[in-house]
Protein backbone atom coordinates (compact mmCIF):
# COMPACT_ATOMS: atom_id res chain seq x y z
CA UNK A 1 0.00 0.00 0.00
CA UNK A 2 1.49 3.39 -1.03
CA UNK A 3 -0.12 6.55 0.14
CA UNK A 4 0.81 10.14 -1.62
CA UNK A 5 0.44 13.37 -0.77
CA UNK A 6 0.80 16.22 -3.44
CA UNK A 7 1.90 19.82 -2.29
CA UNK A 8 3.03 23.39 -3.25
CA UNK A 9 -0.12 24.13 -5.73
CA UNK A 10 -1.62 27.85 -5.39
CA UNK A 11 -2.27 31.30 -7.77
CA UNK A 12 0.53 32.44 -10.06
CA UNK A 13 0.96 34.55 -12.97
CA UNK A 14 1.60 33.84 -16.95
CA UNK A 15 5.25 33.26 -17.00
CA UNK A 16 5.87 32.05 -13.53
CA UNK A 17 7.36 28.76 -11.88
CA UNK A 18 6.02 26.47 -9.45
CA UNK A 19 7.10 23.18 -7.87
CA UNK A 20 4.96 20.22 -7.06
CA UNK A 21 6.06 17.41 -4.76
CA UNK A 22 4.47 14.12 -3.76
CA UNK A 23 5.59 12.82 -0.73
CA UNK A 24 4.90 9.14 -0.73
CA UNK A 25 4.98 6.54 2.26
CA UNK A 26 6.62 2.92 2.25
CA UNK A 27 9.96 1.29 2.23
CA UNK A 28 9.57 -0.03 -1.57
CA UNK A 29 9.06 3.51 -2.96
CA UNK A 30 12.33 2.71 -5.24
CA UNK A 31 10.15 -0.18 -6.86
CA UNK A 32 7.42 2.64 -8.42
CA UNK A 33 7.23 4.36 -11.38
CA UNK A 34 5.80 8.15 -10.59
CA UNK A 35 3.24 9.94 -12.64
CA UNK A 36 1.92 13.36 -12.85
CA UNK A 37 -1.84 14.04 -14.22
CA UNK A 38 -3.59 17.11 -14.84
CA UNK A 39 -7.49 17.61 -14.65
CA UNK A 40 -9.09 20.63 -15.78
CA UNK A 41 -12.94 21.48 -15.28
CA UNK A 42 -15.24 19.46 -17.72
CA UNK A 43 -12.09 18.01 -18.74
CA UNK A 44 -10.56 14.29 -18.97
CA UNK A 45 -7.47 13.62 -16.61
CA UNK A 46 -4.26 14.83 -18.84
CA UNK A 47 -0.49 12.40 -18.33
CA UNK A 48 1.58 15.49 -17.64
CA UNK A 49 4.49 13.51 -17.05
CA UNK A 50 6.29 10.23 -15.60
CA UNK A 51 9.44 9.19 -14.26
CA UNK A 52 10.97 5.57 -13.72
CA UNK A 53 11.41 3.43 -11.22
CA UNK A 54 14.84 4.43 -10.76
CA UNK A 55 14.73 7.74 -11.85
CA UNK A 56 16.63 7.19 -14.95
CA UNK A 57 14.13 7.96 -17.80
CA UNK A 58 11.60 10.51 -17.88
CA UNK A 59 8.70 10.92 -20.89
CA UNK A 60 6.64 14.11 -21.33
CA UNK A 61 2.72 14.88 -22.43
CA UNK A 62 3.68 17.33 -25.76
CA UNK A 63 1.52 20.10 -24.05
CA UNK A 64 4.27 20.52 -21.30
CA UNK A 65 7.58 19.46 -23.32
CA UNK A 66 10.47 21.63 -22.63
CA UNK A 67 8.65 23.53 -19.74
CA UNK A 68 8.37 20.89 -16.83
CA UNK A 69 10.59 18.72 -15.62
CA UNK A 70 10.41 15.66 -12.94
CA UNK A 71 12.72 14.26 -10.69
CA UNK A 72 12.50 11.89 -7.89
CA UNK A 73 14.54 11.39 -4.66
CA UNK A 74 14.12 8.07 -3.72
CA UNK A 75 15.98 8.63 -0.33
CA UNK A 76 13.11 11.11 0.45
CA UNK A 77 10.31 8.77 -0.93
CA UNK A 78 9.35 12.18 -3.04
CA UNK A 79 8.65 12.82 -6.69
CA UNK A 80 8.54 16.48 -8.06
CA UNK A 81 7.50 18.45 -10.61
CA UNK A 82 8.70 21.60 -11.72
CA UNK A 83 7.00 23.92 -13.48
CA UNK A 84 8.57 26.95 -15.82
CA UNK A 85 6.83 29.71 -18.19
CA UNK A 86 3.50 28.73 -17.19
CA UNK A 87 0.59 29.30 -19.18
CA UNK A 88 -3.32 29.70 -18.20
CA UNK A 89 -4.25 26.68 -19.86
CA UNK A 90 -2.06 24.90 -17.25
CA UNK A 91 -4.68 25.30 -14.13
CA UNK A 92 -5.58 22.49 -13.30
CA UNK A 93 -6.02 20.03 -10.26
CA UNK A 94 -2.35 18.10 -10.45
CA UNK A 95 -2.26 14.44 -9.07
CA UNK A 96 0.54 12.30 -8.51
CA UNK A 97 0.31 8.82 -9.16
CA UNK A 98 2.20 5.47 -8.52
CA UNK A 99 2.78 2.09 -9.47
CA UNK A 100 4.99 -0.72 -9.33
CA UNK A 101 6.97 -1.00 -12.39
CA UNK A 102 10.13 -2.22 -13.78
CA UNK A 103 12.68 0.47 -14.50
CA UNK A 104 12.41 0.29 -18.65
CA UNK A 105 8.18 1.07 -18.19
CA UNK A 106 6.83 4.60 -17.36
CA UNK A 107 3.03 4.03 -17.74
CA UNK A 108 1.28 6.50 -19.60
CA UNK A 109 -2.16 5.71 -19.15
CA UNK A 110 -3.89 6.78 -15.66
CA UNK A 111 -5.69 3.41 -15.38
CA UNK A 112 -1.82 2.03 -15.62
CA UNK A 113 -1.47 3.23 -12.17
CA UNK A 114 -3.15 2.13 -8.79
CA UNK A 115 -2.34 4.73 -6.37
CA UNK A 116 -3.42 8.37 -6.72
CA UNK A 117 -2.83 11.86 -4.33
CA UNK A 118 -5.72 14.12 -3.37
CA UNK A 119 -4.45 16.58 -5.95
CA UNK A 120 -3.33 19.97 -5.50
CA UNK A 121 -4.76 23.25 -7.40
CA UNK A 122 -2.80 25.20 -9.48
CA UNK A 123 -4.18 28.13 -11.40
CA UNK A 124 -2.10 30.74 -13.35
CA UNK A 125 -3.60 34.04 -14.18
CA UNK A 126 -3.29 35.93 -16.97
Known amino acids: QVQLVESGGGLVQVGDSLRLSCAASGRTFSRYAMGWFRQAPGKGREFVGGISSNGDSTAYGDSVKGRFTISRDNAQNTVYLQMNSLKPEDTAVYYC???????????????????WGQGTQVTVSS
Open 97 to 115: AAREAPSYWIPKRSDDYNY
